[in-house]
């Protein structure tokens, strides 16, 4: 039963302004998609929105039949290893060497990734995950040795710390990324790593409007709006870089508490890269 389909307003998450400049109204598969921009910081973000009901019942029963393709159902193909490879190959090269023994992969789809930890990275013993569809569940359930604590970060769970903790194209889709990313944070210790990969909305691709703008979603993270974030949740960047279309950076627990940098070119910048874009 698809939840009537009912938008509602927010605020920006970064600096509470809640008149953001509308660009377009609907995204891929003609789906509702309000991308917004903030005129006080730049971010990019659904305004108005779904409901977080409407959202949860799409992850629950919707998202695998628009976006999950059918190699992900062969476990013997290597695509379904290719991220993980990368955020490894990505730390290696930045001399941050994987260590510990706990793991949590936040929207861990099929498990892939803690499959491939549990078979080349001999000091991992505990590997944990968080995902909301029904049928990736199922599939990690089928193997053992995947302890799965929530079905969505935002509800209520017990765990201990984690060493290594992967958020790869999730913090784009949360209803609340400060939230989301506080919630990450307590489920750090000061030695913990936080591996955090978003789409780059100052390099997007692909046709705006059938592909990059999707209702799923609901934040469109620069640099400088990633970093923002990360920041008021007690979170600093250790390196941060941007390769084909994608933002990503490894985060630490902040000792002290570090001003955001304002940019009030951020506002402008960001909209100039969306007015000017051509596939
Ligand atoms: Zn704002």
């Not at 599939?139 to 604590?149: F, L, V």
């Amino acid at each position: 039963m698809p939840i009537a389909e009912q938008l509602i307003r927010i605020q920006c998450p970064l600096c509470g302004n809640s008149t953001p400049v509308e660009i377009v109204q609907k995204g891929q598969f003609g789906l509702d998609c309000c991308v917004s921009i903030c005129p006080n910081d730049g971010l990019v973000y659904l305004n108005p929105r779904w409901s977080k009901e409407r959202y949860h019942y799409f992850y629950q029963h919707e998202y695998d039949h628009y976006y999950r393709s059918p190699v992900t159902h062969d476990p013997n193909s290597e695509t379904n290893y290719a991220s993980i490879k990368k955020i490894y190959q990505r730390l290696d090269l930045n001399h941050l060497s994987l260590q510990g023994e706990s793991v949590l992969d936040v929207g861990a789809g099929m498990g892939y990734s803690l499959i491939w930890l549990k078979n080349n990275i001999p000091s991992f013993t505990r590997f944990s995950a968080i995902e909301s569809s029904e049928y990736c569940l199922n599939h990690m359930k089928q193997h053992g040795g995947i302890e799965i604590i929530a079905n969505d970060l935002d509800k209520d769970f017990e765990s201990s710390a984690f060493d290594f903790i992967v958020m790869r194209h999730v913090l784009e889709h949360f209803m609340d990324p400060i939230r989301a990313l506080k919630k990450i944070a307590s489920l750090m210790q000061p030695d913990s790593l936080l591996y955090i990969a978003v789409p780059d909305m100052m390099h997007p691709k692909g046709d705006l409007q059938n592909y990059w703008f999707r209702t799923v979603h609901t934040f469109y993270f620069s640099e400088h709006t990633l970093l923002a974030t990360a920041l008021r949740a007690g979170l600093n960047p250790i390196v941060i870089g941007s390769e084909n279309s994608e933002l990503w950076g490894v985060f630490k627990l902040s000792s002290s508490s570090v001003p955001v940098e304002k940019d009030n070119n951020v506002m402008a910048k960001q909209l100039a890269v969306i007015l000017n874009y051509h596939q």
